[in-house]
């Protein structure tokens, strides 16, 4: 799968959009861009997931470039319970490989 | 509404000791998966099962890790002669199909080990 680069850290005002950015710029054609996120104490929990058009959900959006090497993940309103580790993945839905590889993530702090 | 369950959520160990963690899956979910959590860092692939059949054990870092799903549902994951490295946080995901890319694994709590 095809590694990823992320903002170690990001702050982000209570009520204001959050713009969490990844780079995958060795993405293959058959790779998805996958988010989740992990709050202090619990598992990490699925955001969304998408391979070139952007996606929304109850909970995000995902913008992937049209080149697919960048994505960001936009959380519109942000709230303090939104303050988690944030793992941007890529993954085939081919191979042999059936788990996820995380990275080190992004800390975002929802400021009040 | 039952998601995945973690005990204990807490576990203090002696080096040297053996230790067992168990996962209850989602039930009726296929594939299950464990991960460790080292401080800081994101979690790292362990072992995953397909129903009873452990189809990949390459992420378990020594022989003294041992991970079982006897029936296809709870698994346990168990740790012989402790030592200090292994203190992580050992999570555990399930994920509904066969093949789990085609679904979302969710997880546990995780169970804190702490070896002194």
């Known amino acids: 799968d095809a590694k990823t680069t992320q903002p170690p850290s990001m702050d982000c005002a209570e009520g204001r959009a959050a713009n969490l950015p990844c780079n995958h710029s060795?993405?293959?054609?058959?790779?998805?861009v996958y988010w989740y996120r992990q709050i202090h104490s619990q598992g990490p929990q699925y955001i969304i997931h998408?391979?070139?058009n952007n996606e929304t959900n109850e909970m995000a959006s995902l913008i992937i470039t049209e080149d697919r090497k960048s994505s960001t993940l936009i959380l519109p309103h942000a709230t303090l319970r939104d303050t988690a580790v944030y793992y941007c993945?890529?993954?085939?839905?081919?191979?042999?490989?059936?788990?996820?590889?995380f990275g080190s993530g992004t800390q975002l702090t929802v400021l009040p | 509404g039952a998601g995945v369950s973690q005990s204990p959520r807490y576990k203090v160990a002696k080096r040297g000791q053996d230790v067992a963690l168990r996962c209850d899956p989602i039930?009726?979910?296929?594939?299950l998966f464990w991960y460790q959590q080292a401080l800081g860092q994101g979690p790292e692939f362990l072992t995953y099962?397909?129903?009873?059949?452990?189809?990949?054990k390459s992420g378990l870092p020594s022989d003294r890790f041992f991970a079982e799903r006897p029936e296809g549902s709870v698994s346990t994951l168990k740790i012989q002669r402790t030592q200090q490295e292994d203190s992580a946080v050992y999570l555990c995901?399930?994920?509904?199909?066969?093949?789990?890319?085609?679904?979302?694994?969710?997880f546990g709590p995780g169970t804190r080990l702490t070896v002194l």
């Open positions: 998408g391979l070139k």
């Open positions: 039930s009726g979910h296929v594939s």
């Open positions: 993945i890529v993954r085939a839905l081919s191979g042999s490989a059936r788990q996820l590889t």
């Open positions: 060795t993405i293959s054609g058959n790779e998805y």
């Open positions: 995901a399930s994920s509904l199909y066969r093949d789990p890319r085609f679904s979302t694994q969710y």
């Open positions: 099962f397909q129903n009873e059949a452990q189809l990949d």
